[in-house]
């Protein structure tokens, strides 16, 4: 009789103890999926060369005022509408490069202005208020699967430099720090959108890819001697995976 209670009594503690260990597992797993505060990350890929470009720069601006927080707003200024007669200072080909690597994703015949990309999932005519609206408030109860907490940042002539920690799998992931200038005016004298006075904002102006395999770590992007004397930068840094999709947000004001 002793013996057959303690052979229930380790049976039923084995079974506690696989329940806990089951419900240990899905915890970990819910927090893979997504346990941390959703974030928005609006890509508008745009040219001060672009007659329709404009709105979706105001869009955009707009949305990073209205959603200080969960909202990262990255302006690409693309270099493709150059040739029309105004060179757009801010264009870089690399961000061509990167938008079209966007489409092929999307399985989208080729590049447009202007595109914007949310959360590096999918993407929309960037002046279609009603649409981005939606989407921001959509986006906005989507719990992210990482979260990246940035700290010691320090801006030291044409370098910044700052230490990060991740939370979350770091499987097939990469960390992309952006450098972004928070607003200019700009006179453009010629092409499409000439004897406009445009603003654009979270205009990037550096970026770079840092290959992560441990969740803390340090790192460090060049700024160029060409916006070395601005003052009102922002460092923005995204978590994405090999598919481009972003899971994890950062920003700080420099």
Same mark, same amino acid.
């Given at each position: 009789m002793i013996k057959k209670i303690l052979i229930l009594s380790g049976l039923f503690l084995a079974l506690g103890s696989l329940a806990i260990f089951q419900a240990s597992r899905l915890k970990n797993t819910a927090t893979l999926k997504g346990s941390y505060d959703p974030i928005v990350v609006l890509e508008l890929f745009t040219s001060q060369g672009c007659s329709s470009c404009p709105p979706a720069d105001v869009l955009l601006d707009k949305a990073k005022r209205q959603h200080p +927080?969960? %909202?990262f707003a990255l302006s690409y200024h693309v270099d !493709?509408?150059?040739y029309i007669g105004w060179e757009d200072p801010f264009s870089k080909s690399q961000f061509t490069k990167k938008q079209r690597e966007y489409n092929t994703k999307f399985q989208y015949s080729s590049n447009y202005t202007p595109e914007l990309v949310i959360n590096g999932k999918e993407h929309l005519v960037g002046s279609n208020a009603t649409k981005l609206n939606a989407k921001i408030k959509e986006y906005g109860t989507i719990k992210a699967s990482n979260h990246i907490t940035l700290r010691a940042i320090d801006r030291e002539k044409q370098t910044v430099s700052f230490e990060y920690k991740i939370q979350g799998t770091l499987e097939n992931k990469v960390l992309r720090a952006v450098l972004v200038l928070n607003e200019k005016i700009t006179v453009v004298k010629r092409g499409e959108n000439r004897n406009r006075t445009l603003k654009n904002s979270n205009i990037v102006i550096a970026e770079? !890819?840092?290959? %992560?395999d441990t969740f803390e770590g340090s790192t460090s992007i060049a700024l160029s001697s060409k916006f070395q004397l601005e003052k +009102?930068?922002?460092l923005i840094v995204l978590l994405e995976n090999s598919n481009l999709d972003i899971t994890a947000a950062a920003k700080a004001s420099l």
């Open positions: +927080d969960e %909202v !493709y509408w150059n770079k !890819y840092i290959p %992560v +009102d930068l922002k």
